[in-house]
């Protein structure tokens, strides 16, 4: 039934404009706004695979990580962010370095949060 329908994922935030700057202008990526739809925000990702952004008042971040972005060099990764003023998730059990990265429990992988509490991550790609 679903097969050849093209998905996308959405989450909400409580503030889309500081979304907005958040994800287009620290993450880098292209980011849209449809103002007559109440603000909502789609993240143009690469493969052609939007993401919606949609406002809530009241809005409780997720508990887990909505949205991963893979990349070549994790530490690399971490590193432009923390320039950029992103700050690191450090969770309790876990083997995490001095820059939040966890690594040799699967992919290497760092997690961060947008401005509205949202988990997103940055892990090494295949």
């Given at each position: 039934?679903?097969?050849?329908?093209?998905?996308?994922?959405?989450?909400?935030?409580?503030?889309?404009?500081?979304?907005?700057?958040?994800?287009?202008?620290?993450?880098?990526?292209?980011v849209?706004?449809?103002?007559?739809?109440?603000?909502?925000?789609?993240?143009?990702?690469?493969?052609?695979?939007?993401?919606?952004?949609?406002?809530?008042?009241?809005?409780a971040?997720?508990?887990?990580?909505?949205?991963?972005?893979?990349?070549?060099?994790?530490?690399?990764?971490?590193?432009?962010?923390?320039?950029?003023?992103?700050?690191?998730?450090?969770?309790?059990?876990?083997?995490?370095?001095?820059?939040?990265?966890?690594?040799?429990?699967?992919?290497?992988?760092?997690?961060?949060?947008?401005?509205?509490?949202?988990?997103?991550?940055?892990?090494?790609?295949?």
């Open positions: 039934m679903f097969r050849d329908t093209k998905a996308f994922s959405g989450f909400s935030v409580d503030d889309t404009d500081r979304a907005q700057q958040f994800y287009a202008d620290t993450l880098g990526l292209r849209s706004r449809d103002d007559a739809m109440g603000g909502m925000l789609t993240l143009h990702l690469a493969g052609d695979r939007p993401v919606l952004v949609y406002p809530k008042a009241d809005h971040p997720a508990t887990y990580t909505v949205l991963n972005f893979p990349v070549e060099d994790v530490e690399r990764a971490v590193d432009e962010l923390t320039a950029r003023g992103v700050q690191f998730a450090r969770y309790e059990g876990m083997p995490q370095d001095d820059k939040g990265i966890m690594r040799g429990n699967g992919p290497d992988i760092a997690w961060f949060t947008d401005p509205a509490g949202n988990v997103l991550s940055v892990l090494a790609q295949d």
